[in-house]
């Protein structure tokens, strides 16, 4: 019988006793996976096995990733639509806060590599378009 603490021989895979779904064993005296779609909150972060979402499939980019973490921008992995992802919150170094890589022209200055940055290419305004300022214009 499921939930009685006694795992039956090929009947249960697991049995703790509960009917807590968000542990290691299910109501259904099941061993917890990711993909599921059973969230597991009997663990920290730093813990194998460790879910922060579980959304019952393995598809990319749909923000809950094959081993169960999400997909966000700095997390510090490179999720389904990212250039980079370096897990920092500063966005003038190569890798942007929106998890693309920095360049001339996206409207962001990059620390020790440009001395400004309009947001465009266009060399008829007081910088040019390698963002350096243009003291002739």
Same mark, same amino acid.
């Given at each position: 019988?499921?939930?009685?603490?006694?795992?039956?021989? &090929?009947?249960?895979? @697991?049995?703790?006793?509960?009917?807590?779904?968000?542990?290691? @064993?299910?109501?259904?005296?099941?061993?917890?996976?990711?993909?599921?779609?059973?969230?597991?909150?009997?663990?920290?972060?730093?813990?194998?096995?460790?879910?922060?979402?579980? &959304?019952?499939?393995?598809?990319?980019?749909?923000?809950?990733?094959?081993?169960?973490?999400?997909?966000?921008?700095?997390?510090?992995?490179? *999720?389904?639509?990212?250039? @980079?992802?370096?897990?920092?919150?500063?966005?003038? *170094?190569?890798?942007?806060?929106?998890?693309?890589?920095?360049? @001339?022209?996206?409207?962001?200055?990059?620390?020790?590599?440009?001395?400004? &940055?309009?947001?465009?290419? &266009? *060399?008829?305004?007081?910088?040019?378009?390698?963002?350096?300022?243009?003291?002739?214009?």
């Amino acid at each position: 019988q499921c939930g009685d603490g006694v795992v039956w021989r &090929d009947q249960e895979a @697991c049995d703790d006793g509960n009917t807590d779904n968000r542990d290691a @064993c299910t109501a259904e005296c099941q061993e917890a996976i990711c993909g599921d779609g059973i969230l597991r909150q009997d663990l920290n972060p730093e813990d194998p096995g460790y879910e922060a979402c579980d &959304d019952g499939g393995i598809e990319p980019g749909d923000g809950c990733d094959s081993i169960c973490l999400s997909e966000v921008c700095g997390n510090g992995r490179l *999720d389904e639509g990212e250039a @980079c992802d370096d897990g920092n919150e500063e966005t003038r *170094d190569a890798c942007t806060n929106s998890c693309q890589l920095a360049r @001339c022209g996206d409207g962001i200055t990059q620390i020790d590599v440009e001395e400004c &940055d309009d947001g465009n290419q &266009d *060399d008829d305004d007081d910088w040019d378009g390698d963002d350096v300022f243009d003291k002739n214009q």
